[in-house]
Each structure stands twice: as C-alpha cells, then as structure tokens.
C-alpha cells in the first residue's frame, strides 16, 4: 500500500528538522500561556498585598496554587516550585510574598523562551516552505499524492464538524435554559394548586412570561424546534376562569417537559457525533504531522 511505502521506501526531506522546530514551538506557545497567567496571578497579589492589613487570613484564597502544579508538571526546571510555596500556619503576608516568589522564579524561567516564541514560529515556517519546494520533485510523487488524500479526509471531517458543532453550541444552553423553565413553572403550579382563584393567574402569567423568553432565546441561538405557541392571560385575575387558567399552564409545562426530552436526546446525538468526527479529525492531522514532521 501507498501509506506503507512512505515510511518504507523514502523518507520526506527535513521531518526531523520540522520536528524539532514544531517542538521548540509548541513548548513557546505553552511558555506564552503559562507567562500570561503568572503576571495574571502577580497583579493579583499585588493587590491583595496592599489591603492585607484588613483582611482576615482565613477569609483570603491565595491565588495560583493550580497554576504551581501545573508548571510543576509541565516545566522540568519547576518541578519544585510546590516545595517553595506558602504554607496554612504562615501570616497572610507570609503566605502572599511566598506565592509570589513561587511566580516570580517562574517567571524568570519563561520570559526568555516567550521572548524567543516570534523566531521559533517563524524557523518552523521557513523550514515547511522550504519543504514544500523540495516536495516539487517528481520522486515524492507518491508521498504527495498521500499526503493530498489525508489533507482532503481531514478538510471533508471538517466540513462535517463545523456545523454540527455550531448547532452543539445552540442546542446545549437551549437544553439547560429549557430544564430550568420546566423546574420553576413545576414548582410554581405546584404551589398554586393549594391557592385557588389569583393563585391560578399568577402561575398563568409565570407560564406566559417563560415562553416569551424561551421564544427569544430560541431566534438569538436560531434553534428551530417546536415549543410552546405564546400565552394569552387576562391583565387581572378571575376567579371564574381559576381553572382554565391552571390548565393554560399546565399545558406549556407538559410542552416544557417534551422539548427539555427532545433537546437531550439531540445534545447526546450532537454530542457523540461531535466527538467521533474530531476524534477523526485530530488521527488525521496526527498522520500528516507523522508524515512531514
């Protein structure tokens, strides 16, 4: 097979140079984050510093316990950084001026490589242009040829992932929102029941006011599914039409309890659909990157 030849028969040219240039880039890129989230963290204590003469210690979260562990697992040169951390028994100031020795060795160890983040990318750059020229010649023909099919399975992945993943982004806070009306409307019925007469009209007027929210929310996420048809409810309550009015909002919440099943069995399907075809996506990329380094 093709995709077995490219790895016996000839190597493409610089995959070890693209490697190492991808890794040096990457490390950057997350030296970048971890920079951000330091300086972040050291205006925080900055702040706290200065009104530490109020504050009670035991009322004061010192920040940026989970960004020490996370360095400490990512950066060899870290891995102590915990060891040097503020303990419980220590004064609040104590405790800041360590945390913020623990972010400012940090710190020093990042800065040069964020520094060095703009020519890292640009060396990986210059290294796959200048693979590409080399891929010209007519001995890779085979490689190239592979290399197309994997980039059009990866483009065809995402131009099914894109959309189901927009609608992922409409469907899930619409799920929620919808839960959360039928619970409050359920509750509200509930509780009028034992009031007769106005009860019922405000639990008519809560009915109504939900599938006016629910109704705009549902344009704004451009979600269309079917759900309760807006409410009319008189301005004053009547206690001849008490019961109607119960009815009324027992019905939205019966239409509430059908959308909120409807909304997640499509969030579980546009879910795992999600899932399988980034799963897809990223063994794609995976295989390129193997490939051209």
Known sequence: MIAARIGEDMELPLVEEIREARRLAEEAQDATVHYQQVQT?????GVLQRQAASL???DVTIPGGELVEAMSERWSALADLPTIGPRPTQELLEQLRMRR???ESASQLLQPIVEDA???SGALHQLQHQQGHLLEDPKYSEQVAELQRLANDRAEARSRLDPLHHRLKGVEPAYKVVSSFAERLDDMIREEMALPGAAAWRAALVARDLVSTLDGLLAELRLDVPHPAPLEVPDTPDPAHADELLDKARGVKAELDDLVVA???EHEH?????DALQERYDELTQQIVDRMG
Request: aromatic fraction near 0%; charge should be positive; proline fraction near 5%.
């Open 56 to 58: 009670p210690s035991t």
């Open 263 to 265: 909304l997640k069995a």
């Open 101 to 103: 020795q623990q972010m």
């Open 41 to 45: 963290v050291i205006a925080s204590l």
């Open 270 to 274: 546009l879910r795992g659909s999600v």
């Open 118 to 120: 703009e020519r890292r």
